[in-house]
């Protein structure tokens, strides 16, 4: 793994941002690796950690088409659907259940 240099909290160089600050600017990582990190030390905890990005290399985000809706809509409605009944269950599965929560507990009494 090849050494990322480490910045000191609010001492980042110009040039780089965090994906949330990238995306303020309507911009997005676009597939380059993590630049840097910054790192702002706690008390008996270790550092947070922020990754950065080089703002040079950012790319402009991708506006939402119908398309892209419809392919959002679709992968939300599988991610609701129980993979045991093949019921939307209105909620996304968890995984630590990987099914409903009915299918999970079979002999659970049902809340009225
Ligand atoms: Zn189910």
């Not at 995306?23 to 597939?31: D, E, K």
């Not at 939307?88 to 995984?95: L, N, R, T």
């Amino acid at each position: 793994m090849a050494a990322l240099p480490v910045f000191r909290w609010r001492l980042a160089p110009d040039g780089y941002a965090t994906r949330r600050q990238l995306r303020a600017r309507g911009l997005r990582p676009g597939g380059q690796p993590v630049a840097a990190t910054l790192e702002r030390p706690r008390r008996r905890r270790p550092p947070l950690v922020a990754h950065l990005y080089r703002v040079d290399l950012a790319m402009p985000v991708r506006p939402m088409t119908p398309g892209r809706w419809r392919a959002h809509a679709a992968m939300m409605r599988a991610r609701r659907t129980c993979p045991s009944c093949r019921h939307d269950a209105g909620y996304v599965i968890p995984a630590s259940l990987g099914k409903c929560v009915p299918c999970a507990y079979p002999n659970e009494q049902r809340a009225a």
